[in-house]
């Protein structure tokens, strides 16, 4: 039946309760069954067995069932499996000392180090949280050692956590492809340039910073540099393995050689071959990549099943009719709606993950890209910068807890905070170009696979 207004509070009981600190998956499915319990109830029940006559139980039992056999969600737990062991085959911390010599004549050296680090092992991984708490253990003890800023070196590191959400190959923009029923190759190819121009961006204000304020960033006193071959070959060592396997994957995902999930799964393999030939792959370390992964794959796909009910039974009860209508009936302008989604993703940004926006909120603006003429993988690819500031905007800027969570009382969160904020100046700098120039993001799709045909 059609209670608009009971969606409505179903909606601001599930904000309520995420602020409050309940698991995000699971406070989903409370919504969703008691809800929609509600919404399908058909009248009194006597017994159990009529107590379960409830089409919410039918409801879930397929939502559950679809996200298990969903071809493109199998390539999240190899991509996972990758950047886990990845993580652990001391590679990152030979490619940032090999990236800093390299690049030591470079005013901010370091942070710059630290950015390609991040950017490189991040296209690797996709998991923020491992990124940010590995480079937190890693390149921020170097930066402080050279006396670098406090704020300047945590936003550096907070920042370059996060590239790994929205360059390819990207576990959101596999959930992204999940949710909106788009192309996984087509939002890879869509992803790459933004994610390359934003990474750069980074690195220019660093390097303008440090220019126009070097005592931000002191050049290190280097005493004992290894010759400028050893650099090299080091680098080369460290790089190269990698970007080669990332470079693979990703091909053979846009070259349409391999599905996402097939190349995931070569990805997953040519990590573990990576992290023998480092001679870093034993036996615990393979089984903690395994239960990290286990245990990241089970949270997106609970987040799945609970992220469909909600929004069936939001919609069941008029939610997504009501704000369709709402949004229609304003007689706004194509970039008029743009700016609106995108403002309101933004300030959803301030209480919760990336997550929690993509699977509840952004379905609810995907039917009305049709009626504003909206090509939905320019949405998309607005959406994906505009996540970034989920980590990047305080109070839950998730990228600056993760860094606070290793590096305790050596900096404080407000610190964190002062550092990311140009960050997050930079991503929406970077969404206003896509406004201006959307064959940032369209280029390279309709150059690979055509153009887009609604």
């Given amino acids: ?116 680090t991040c950017a490189v092992f991040s296209t690797a991984s996709g998991i923020v949280g491992a ?14 050692n050279a006396g670098y800023n406090k ?76 010759p400028t071959r050893e650099i090299y070959k080091d680098l080369l060592i460290s790089f190269v393995p990698l970007t080669v396997l990332i470079f693979l994957v990703l091909g053979s995902i846009l070259g349409g050689l391999a599905t996402p999930a097939e190349a995931a799964a070569m990805g997953a393999l040519g990590g573990m ?10 036996w615990g370390k ?37 704000i369709s209508s709402w949004v229609t009936g304003m007689d706004l302008t194509t970039i008029q709606f743009l700016i609106l989604a995108q403002l309101i993703i933004f300030l959803l940004g301030w209480p919760l993950e990336w997550s929690e926006i993509l699977i509840i909120f952004v379905p609810i603006f995907l039917p009305l890209l049709d009626h504003f003429g909206v090509n939905p993988y320019f949405f998309a690819m607005l959406v994906a910068l505009n996540l970034q500031t989920s980590f990047l905007t305080p109070p839950m800027a998730m990228s600056a807890y993760y860094l606070k969570g290793v590096l305790k009382n050596q900096i404080e969160l407000m610190e964190i905070f002062r550092g990311i904020m140009p960050y997050l100046g930079i991503v929406i700098f970077t969404m206003f170009l896509m406004y201006v120039f959307p064959g940032i993001a369209l280029w390279l799709p309709d150059y690979l696979f055509g153009v887009y045909v609604p």
């Fill in 1 to 116: 039946m059609s209670n608009p207004e009971v969606a409505l509070m179903m909606l601001g009981l599930f904000i309520v309760l995420v602020l409050l600190g309940f698991p995000i998956a699971f406070t989903l499915l409370a919504m969703g069954i008691g809800f929609g319990y509600y919404g399908y109830y058909s009248g009194s029940h006597e017994t159990i067995a009529d107590f379960l006559n409830n089409n919410i139980f039918y409801l879930l039992n397929q939502n559950t069932y679809s996200v298990m056999e969903n071809p493109t969600l199998v390539a999240i737990p190899l991509f996972l499996f990758m950047g886990y062991v990845v993580e652990r085959a001391n590679i990152v911390d030979r490619l940032f000392f090999s990236l800093y010599m390299a690049a030591r004549n470079l005013p901010g050296s370091l942070a710059i180090a630290a950015l390609l």
């Fill in 286 to 322: 393979l089984k903690e990549s395994v239960f990290l992964t286990a245990k990241a794959t089970a949270m997106v796909c609970w987040l799945f099943v609970g992220s469909w009910t909600f929004a069936s039974v939001f919609s069941y009860l008029g939610g997504h009719e009501l």
């Fill in 151 to 226: 704020s300047f070196a945590a936003g550096v590191i907070c920042a370059g956590g996060t590239l790994g959400i929205l360059i390819p190959p990207s576990i959101m923009l596999i959930v992204y492809a999940a949710i909106g029923n788009l192309s996984p190759l087509r939002l890879y190819a869509a992803a790459v340039f933004p994610g390359l121009l934003l990474a750069g961006l980074y690195i220019v204000y660093v390097i303008v910073r440090v220019w126009l304020n070097p005592a931000l960033a002191p050049k290190p006193d280097l005493k004992d540099v290894p």
């Fill in 273 to 282: 071959v990576l992290a023998v030939l480092y001679r870093s792959m034993t």
């Fill in 131 to 144: 990124v940010v708490t590995l480079m937190g253990l890693l390149a921020y003890p170097a930066m402080a």
